[in-house]
């Protein structure tokens, strides 16, 4: 569970309900009803219960968290992501495996598209053993 300060400073714990609508809220354009009705309120009291319930100081500080986790999360763009999968792809320490190498080596072939150059998709009948290779092989293979 959840805890946020309310205007007296003290600690309130968000019910299911709450969480729900809060991940709703800041999910769909700030629609307080839609978001009631998502989190389980009746038709009929959603939007007054919408109304109540962004009226809490602890709600508000809640739907504040959650934004400001949504905007992390976003601030981490996906070339980051690319840049970290590379730099792994080039670790060839104790902590790295050639598995996850090629794990991640099919993971950047799924985000470019592919090595064609026309991201068309490549077919190949026979199977290729990159496990004799060194490292220094194995980019030497990819820049082929």
């Known amino acids: 569970m959840m805890y946020f300060e309310d205007e007296h400073g003290e600690k ?3 019910t ?9 809220y800041t999910s769909n354009g700030f629609n307080g009803t839609q978001a009631a009705l998502v989190a389980g309120y009746s038709k009929k009291a959603a ?11 602890y709600i508000q500080k809640a739907v504040e968290a959650k934004l400001r986790g949504v905007a992390l999360a976003q601030s981490l763009k996906a070339q980051d992501i690319l840049d970290m999968a590379v730099t792994e ?7 790295s495996t050639q598995g ?3 794990q991640l080596m099919e993971f950047i072939s799924q985000y470019t ?7 068309r998709k490549i077919e190949h009948s026979g199977g ?5 290779l060194s490292d220094e092989e ?7």
């Open 128 to 132: 290729v053993d990159l496990s004799g």
């Open 89 to 95: 792809l080039q670790n060839s320490g104790d902590d």
């Open 16 to 24: 299911a309900k709450q969480m729900m609508f809060v991940a709703e």
């Open 138 to 144: 194995l980019k030497a293979k990819l820049e082929e």
């Open 100 to 102: 996850s190498r090629k």
């Open 113 to 119: 598209g592919g090595f064609d150059a026309n991201k």
């Open 47 to 57: 939007n007054q219960i919408a109304s109540d319930t962004l009226a809490k100081t």
């Open 12 to 14: 309130r714990k968000l």
